[in-house]
């Protein structure tokens, strides 16, 4: 997800690092540390249920030693429970509902020409007033026109990324997503983020992406994390 943001916010003419503290083997101080050094105007950090909390916490130390930096957070978590995030977690200075890659460069635009980001659309944030909830963004319908994700900001993916060995064949490997949603609505699933919309990159694109994983960065092996890779079966034969 961050690949994909980093992507459009690079396309869109500004400054982006990606710091993977997990990947880095890195705890908290360090994290705060390697962020102070790029002197970040804007810190956004991607949240899963698993990570807010620790996620949280490095912002708030950083937060500490540099009042001003603006902090963004993201991801499905966010998305499925904006109202406690705001609540429960007040460093985040604004919440990114949704798909973040345009959402997110409106932002930043907005923020780099110093006007109000109130009319930004898919934000959630806290004012004088209370809490504020733009209207949601409107679904990419064409996936092929995002530039593809910014994997040269990562890492090492040979060295420094291990998907779960049971669902692959060996290593060096890595996880891609070429689709997003689900139309079906199976009542254990939370649709917050995707609602019932399947969109999905051009056969195309996909293979020219496992192709520069291939030959530039040294993947051998893949881990499809589609949300349901299997729905078009048409699309899925065209890929392989």
């Known amino acids: 997800g961050l690949c994909y943001i980093a992507a459009a916010v690079r396309d869109s003419g500004h400054d982006v690092v990606i710091l993977d503290a997990e990947a880095e083997r890195l705890d908290m101080a360090q994290t705060v540390s390697r962020?102070?050094?790029f002197s970040p105007a804007v810190v956004g950090v991607s949240c899963l249920s698993a990570n807010v909390v620790s996620a949280h916490s490095i912002i708030k130390r950083l937060r500490q030693v540099d009042p001003y930096v603006i902090?963004?957070?993201?991801?499905?978590?966010?998305t499925a429970v904006?109202?406690?995030?705001?609540?429960?977690?007040?460093?985040?200075?604004i919440l990114v509902i949704g798909e973040g890659e345009v959402t997110f460069v409106d932002l930043i635009n907005t923020?780099?020409?110093?006007?109000?980001?109130?009319?930004?659309?898919?934000l959630a944030f806290k004012d004088s007033g209370g809490k504020v909830f733009t209207p949601r963004r409107e679904r990419i319908k064409n996936l092929d026109e995002l530039p593809p994700p910014a994997y040269d900001l990562l890492p090492k993916l040979k060295t420094h990324y291990w998907p779960y060995?049971?669902?692959?064949?060996?290593?060096p490997a890595f996880s891609i997503i070429v689709s997003r949603g689900c139309p079906h609505q199976c009542r254990f699933c939370d649709r917050s983020v995707f609602?019932?919309?399947f969109t999905k990159h051009s056969p195309k694109f996909v293979v020219d992406l496992i192709e520069r994983m291939v030959k530039v960065h040294g993947i051998k092996y893949l881990v499809f994390d589609d949300v349901?890779?299997?729905?078009?079966?048409?699309?899925l034969m065209e890929i392989m």
């Open 35 to 37: 962020i102070m050094q």
């Open 71 to 78: 902090c963004v957070a993201g991801g499905p978590y966010v």
């Open 82 to 93: 904006p109202n406690e995030i705001l609540d429960e977690f007040p460093s985040f200075n």
């Open 111 to 122: 923020l780099s020409h110093r006007v109000s980001f109130q009319q930004v659309k898919g």
């Open 165 to 171: 060995f049971n669902n692959i064949q060996g290593y």
């Open 195 to 197: 609602g019932n919309t």
């Open 228 to 235: 349901n890779l299997l729905l078009d079966g048409d699309y």
